[in-house]
């Protein structure tokens, strides 16, 4: 199974990477890539710009990384109740490649993650709303509110037994839906 873990963040210190990073650590024999955004950094979107010179290679190249995956592990930092720019642009420049949803249906764990006790619940509403609409095959859903008193960073892990347990159920959960798929 080949599993790719996206944070939606292009923050060198992202909780959300610290978070899907874990999340992905908890498959096993998975072929597991974190994905990095800031090697998809493209101009802003824009119309004309589309039209003056198409759709970044950047943007064929992410859409290639999700047409590889058997599962997606995405999580959404909150950015003023929403998707963060740097997310939101590559999210915009997938969308406008021609004949292709942005999530080409893929099953999907959605998850976000932040300092405050919401655990990014805007950006997670906002995401479980629009991404059907683009392909966006959501089986579940996991937020961690509090980060810092939530995750030990030492150890890269959940420190939160209850929540700990809670992702641990939701993986096993999707993994067994793709094991199933495979077959």
């Known amino acids: 199974m080949k599993v790719l873990a996206i944070a939606g963040s292009n923050s060198d210190a992202s909780m959300n990477r610290q978070l899907v990073a874990y999340a ?13 955004l800031n090697p998809f950094e ?5 119309h004309e710009r589309e039209l003056a010179g198409g759709v970044p290679q ?10 590889g995956a058997n599962l997606l592990l995405v999580s959404l930092p909150e950015h003023n109740g929403t998707y963060s720019t740097a997310f939101k642009n590559v999210f915009d420049w997938v969308s406008r490649i ?3 949803t942005v999530w080409n249906e893929v099953p999907m764990l959605l998850m976000s993650t932040s300092p405050g ?3 990014g619940a805007g950006v997670l509403e906002a995401a479980s709303k629009r991404f059907p609409f683009h392909g966006g095959n959501i089986v579940e ?6 980060f810092n008193d939530n995750f030990d960073k030492a150890e890269q892990k959940i420190s939160n037994g209850e929540k ?3 992702l641990k159920e939701k993986i096993k959960k999707i993994a067994a839906i793709e094991t199933i798929l495979e077959k």
């Open 24 to 36: 992905s650590s908890l498959f096993e024999n998975a072929d597991v890539e974190v994905v990095d």
């Open 42 to 46: 493209m101009p802003i979107y824009k």
């Open 58 to 67: 950047e943007a064929h190249d992410f859409a290639s990384k999700i047409d």
């Open 98 to 100: 021609k004949d292709r």
């Open 117 to 119: 006790g919401r655990g």
């Open 141 to 146: 859903t996991f937020s961690l509110p509090f």
């Open 164 to 166: 700990d347990s809670e």
